[in-house]
């Protein structure tokens, strides 16, 4: 079973709920989607890590071969590639490496070459296979790590997989959750956390996700994240209660379920509602 975590912004507290869901089953394998700001391996610390450079095709020109016909100019819809002083000039930055202007030049003139856009690591911490995937700084788009993450051989063999993604709605988040059995939104208790819980609870609906929420740092009184899933019919699955020596161990990025019976007890029985199809959450 494949379970993302989601939330409308950083500091909701996604992590803490997918680090301590994966740290609670008998045997799991996390996957920080997260890429341009990763940190579930602080918690997890993993050890026996092997990498893996994750690379994408960008166009390189034999200027000998160019005639300046401009084929490619005119095709590239992101202007990396321009034609100046009788020479094709590529800006490698802002190529999505889409192959097209390769394809195009009659003259074969523009080839292609392996650009590296990030790293994959993958390590073992206790009971947990933890998967990350780091971007290198300047990158358009996460989508190939986040690929290379998920289409491994070992993660998609895996019993359980717990997919820490990344904040928000963006084409990250979509690739993400594209073939995962359940999406698990996590809320704050405010109007701001409202506006965000709307935000992933409208995508996961477009992607025809079974999903419910999480509401973390519940104080007594009005919530309004709560008000907002009753309102629209979804399952509330889990409260976390704002608690400060859950914050100082997360701050120090300590795993809860293995330092609080109080926790452990939560996180599991959030677990045995996931995994069990007859309990999950309302879509």
Known sequence: MKIAVLSGKGGTGKTLVAVNLAAVAEAATYVD????????????????????????????????????????????????????????????EICHSCGGCSLICP????????????????????????????????????IPLIHGLLEN??????????????PGSSCNVMESIRDVDYCLLVAEPTLFGVHNLDMVH?????????????????????????????????????????DHDLGKLNSEARIVVRESAIYRELFAELLGRLVRPAEGGAA
Request: charged share 30%; hydrophobic share 40%.
């Open 153 to 166: 051989e070992e993660v998609k063999a895996a019993p359980l997989v717990i997919i820490d993604a990344p």
């Open 202 to 242: 409208e995508l996961v609906r477009v992607f025809e996700k079974p999903f419910g929420v999480v509401l973390n740092k519940c104080l007594e009184g009005e919530n309004p994240a709560e008000d907002y899933c009753v309102e629209k019919g979804i399952e509330i699955l889990a409260r976390i209660p704002f």
């Open 107 to 142: 003259e074969s003139a523009v080839t292609e070459k392996d650009k590296a856009v990030g790293v994959i690591r993958r390590g073992q911490s206790g009971n947990v296979r933890v998967h990350s995937g780091i971007m290198n700084i300047g990158e358009e788009s996460g």
């Open 33 to 92: 989607c997260d890429v341009e700001e990763p940190n579930g391996h602080l918690f997890f610390k993993p050890e026996d890590i092997s990498a893996e450079d994750v690379t994408v095709k960008i166009p390189v020109v034999d200027q000998s071969l160019c005639t300046g016909c401009r084929d490619c100019v005119e095709f590239c819809r992101f202007n990396a590639l321009a034609y100046i002083r009788r020479k094709l000039i590529i800006f490698e």
